[in-house]
């Protein structure tokens, strides 16, 4: 006899793990089941997220930061440290370390939460039914009330740059490196090319970042934009916009990459290549034929806002639907999932999902930049206050950026809020807490914030929407 759950999620990377504990919390049976291993062959449960994306890059950022504050910024605090070395090895055993307990922690949560976690590959038969085939042993037919998709996402290859696992590579094995590449090339400006792009020239590396784009960051503000690509040129990497990339040949280990921008011909040599030009959804052997799962021309898993396919019951989250492919949205939108089967209202808000890009200035957003609601044609003003007059950025020694609030005209409703400086990935969540409350510039005004901290930019910047910045010359 076949077993049966109330839910069976496919995939416990950050949209699956969090839809299949929302629903344990609701009081159904729920089994999650996932495939993903790791390099060191153990089976892991979190997905991209915890074991190639956002939390190894974060803990590479953080070393190498680290690292190059040692070298270069300690000594204006009076700290003598002598020659600062870096140990690659120890740097990638922490982050290892890191991914292994939080990983491990979710097989705990999912355990505490009796959600009964399944290693192996599951796919989606007719009928809500789902084939879960183990990492050993048979394939058994699980049968499901409902069914969440969460199959995520995987690196873009360009038929012209294939990865080798070697020199051409992806986002995962450049979080891997066991050593600094003296000349790394990254095809892709975007966030894997910026963050990871920052870890290895913060180490030593020399970086060339080719991005197809004229504009670094074209979904970013443009003044917090320029504001990032003076300081990425100040720490010295190399972006190249408006350079399209047309071939990458490896001889003897060597990789040549061939690409044209506005004066022609052009070429690098590089001893590693990143190809970071973005991610596409992940459906393989996912799906049976008579499934009736519809994919766009794309290969994203089509539903509609509340993530319902087109079979009753059957659901899909995160980087496999349309929308940004963020952990955190992936996440917001298992939990509405969960809630909806459970009977209750729930809905995603997809206008207050805040970016964070986390490089050396940090940079954050939610809502609109200034051209989009230039473009949508609502009378708005702006504020803006730099970090070089905040007095816990100049404690910090890190007085690059600023922040800048984007706000209505007619009714005072803020639309955007658009930072780049320290810790600005934390200062955004202010902003979107205020506008999912739908505040106005003037809530945000009048909201005590704590002396001296860098919050008090945010304050600021709100209070020169109105021409009111007491800590700045008003303009
Ligand atoms: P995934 O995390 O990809 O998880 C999908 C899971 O499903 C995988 O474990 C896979 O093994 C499993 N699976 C797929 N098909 C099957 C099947 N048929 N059977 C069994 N299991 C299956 N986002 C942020 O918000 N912040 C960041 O700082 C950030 N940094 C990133 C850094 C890098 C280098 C990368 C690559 C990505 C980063 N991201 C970041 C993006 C983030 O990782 C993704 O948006 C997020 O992981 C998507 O979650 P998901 O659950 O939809 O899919
Ligand atoms: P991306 O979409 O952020 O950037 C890809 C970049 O590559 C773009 O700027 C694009 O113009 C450029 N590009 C595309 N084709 C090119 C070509 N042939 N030649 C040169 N440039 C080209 O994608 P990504 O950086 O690969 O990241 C993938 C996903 O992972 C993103 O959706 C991102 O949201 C997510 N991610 C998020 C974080 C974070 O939240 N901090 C960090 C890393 C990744």
Same mark, same amino acid.
């Given at each position: 006899m076949s077993r049966s759950f109330d839910l069976v999620v496919i995939g416990a990377g950050p949209a699956g793990y969090i839809a299949a504990i929302r629903a344990a919390q609701h009081g159904m049976s729920v089994a999650c089941i996932d495939e993903w291993r790791n390099r060191d062959g153990n089976y892991a449960f979190g997905g991209t997220c915890l074991n190639a994306g956002c939390i190894p890059s974060k803990a590479l950022l953080e070393s190498s930061e680290l690292y190059h504050r040692a070298q270069h910024e300690f000594g204006k605090h009076g700290i003598v440290v002598g020659d600062v070395g870096m140990d690659i090895a120890a740097m990638q055993k922490r982050k290892t370390a890191i991914v292994r307990q939080l990983t491990g922690g979710i097989g705990g949560l999912l355990k505490a939460n009796k959600v009964e976690g399944l290693v192996g590959h599951g796919k989606l038969l007719a009928g809500k039914r789902v084939e879960f085939t183990p990492v050993e042993g048979d394939a058994e037919i699980i049968e499901a009330k409902h069914v969440i998709l969460a199959s995520g996402s995987v690196p873009i290859e360009l038929p012209f740059a294939k990865f080798d696992g070697e020199t051409i590579i992806d986002s995962w094995d450049a979080l891997e490196l066991d050593a600094v590449p003296e000349r790394l090339g990254v095809i892709g400006?975007? %966030?894997?090319?910026?963050?990871l792009g920052s870890v290895w020239r913060r180490l030593g590396s020399e970086v060339t970042i080719l991005e197809a784009m004229d504009d670094l960051l074209y979904m970013a503000d443009r003044d917090i934009a320029s504001a990032a690509a003076r300081d990425f040129k100040k720490q010295g990497l190399d972006i190249r916009l408006g350079a399209k %990339?047309?071939?990458?040949? &490896?001889?003897?280990?060597? &990789?040549? &990459?061939?690409?044209?921008d506005k004066s022609g011909a052009q070429s690098i040599e590089v001893d590693r290549l990143i190809v970071a030009v973005g991610r596409r959804p992940y459906t393989g052997n996912l799906l049976a034929d008579d499934a009736g799962i519809q994919l766009d021309e794309r290969g994203f898993i089509v539903v509609d806002d509340e993530c319902r396919t087109r079979v009753k019951g059957v659901y899909a989250v995160g980087d496999c639907v349309r929308g940004p492919m963020l952990a955190h949205k992936g996440s917001e939108e298992g939990v509405m999932v969960a809630d909806l089967i459970a009977g209750?209202?729930?809905? &995603?808000?997809?206008?207050v999902v805040p970016s964070v890009v986390y490089t050396a200035p940090e940079i954050a957003w939610v809502g609109k930049t200034e051209t989009e609601v230039k473009q949508s044609g609502r009378a708005y003003k702006t504020g803006s206050f730099p970090f070089a007059a905040s007095g816990r950025a100049k404690a910090m020694e890190q007085t690059t950026g600023l922040v800048k609030v984007i706000s209505a005209e007619d009714d005072d409703e803020i639309l955007g809020v658009h930072i780049v400086g320290p810790m600005a990935g934390e200062l955004i969540s202010e902003a979107v807490l205020a506008m999912e409350f739908s505040a106005s510039t003037e809530d945000i005004q009048r909201t005590i914030h704590a002396h001296p901290s860098l919050a008090e930019a945010v304050h600021e910047a709100a209070l020169a929407a109105d021409k009111r910045a007491l800590n700045y010359v008003n303009r």
């Open positions: 400006a975007g %966030v894997i090319g910026l963050e %990339v047309s071939a990458a040949t &490896v001889d003897a280990g060597v &990789v040549r &990459v061939d690409y044209e209750e209202v729930a809905e &995603v808000n997809y206008d």
